[in-house]
C-alpha cells in the first residue's frame, strides 16, 4: 500500500519561498509520474504541477515561472520550490500520482498572507 507524506508547509508573506517535500512509500516510485495538488474549502482539489519519470515538469498557467517540481528517485521524495508566493496560492498542498490513483496523505498548509 503507498503512503504519501506531504511537509514544509508554513505561513508566509506574499513574495516568500516554501519548499514541499512529499516521502512516498510502499511502491516502485520511479515508475509513475507524481503530481502536486492544492485544495482551498469549498473547491475541488487541482493539479498544479507534475513530473514524468526522467524529471520533465508541466505546470499550470497560474503557477509556472514560480514555481518548479523536481523528484529524487532514490528518496522516494517529490519536491515542489515555490517562489514569489501569492495569496491565492493558500491551500492545503497533496502529492499523489499523477493523474492520482494513491490513497490522499494529510498534505501540508500553505498560508500566504501579511
Known amino acids: 500500500q503507498v503512503q504519501l507524506v506531504e511537509s514544509g508547509g508554513d505561513l508566509v508573506e506574499p513574495g516568500g519561498s516554501l519548499r514541499l517535500s512529499c516521502a512516498a512509500s510502499?511502491?516502485?516510485?520511479?515508475?509513475?509520474?507524481m503530481g502536486w495538488y492544492r485544495q482551498v474549502p469549498g473547491k475541488e482539489r487541482e493539479l498544479v504541477a507534475d513530473?514524468?519519470?526522467?524529471?520533465?515538469?508541466n505546470y499550470v498557467d497560474s503557477v509556472r515561472g514560480r514555481f518548479t517540481i523536481s523528484r529524487d528517485n532514490d528518496k522516494k521524495t517529490v519536491y515542489l520550490q515555490m517562489n514569489s508566493l501569492r495569496p491565492e496560492d493558500t491551500a492545503v498542498y497533496y502529492c499523489?500520482?499523477?493523474?492520482?490513483?494513491?490513497?490522499w496523505g494529510r498534505g501540508t498548509q500553505v498560508t500566504v498572507s501579511s
Open positions: 499523489n500520482r499523477s493523474p492520482p490513483s494513491a490513497p
Open positions: 510502499g511502491a516502485i516510485f520511479g515508475l509513475y509520474h
Open positions: 513530473v514524468s519519470v526522467g524529471g520533465s515538469g
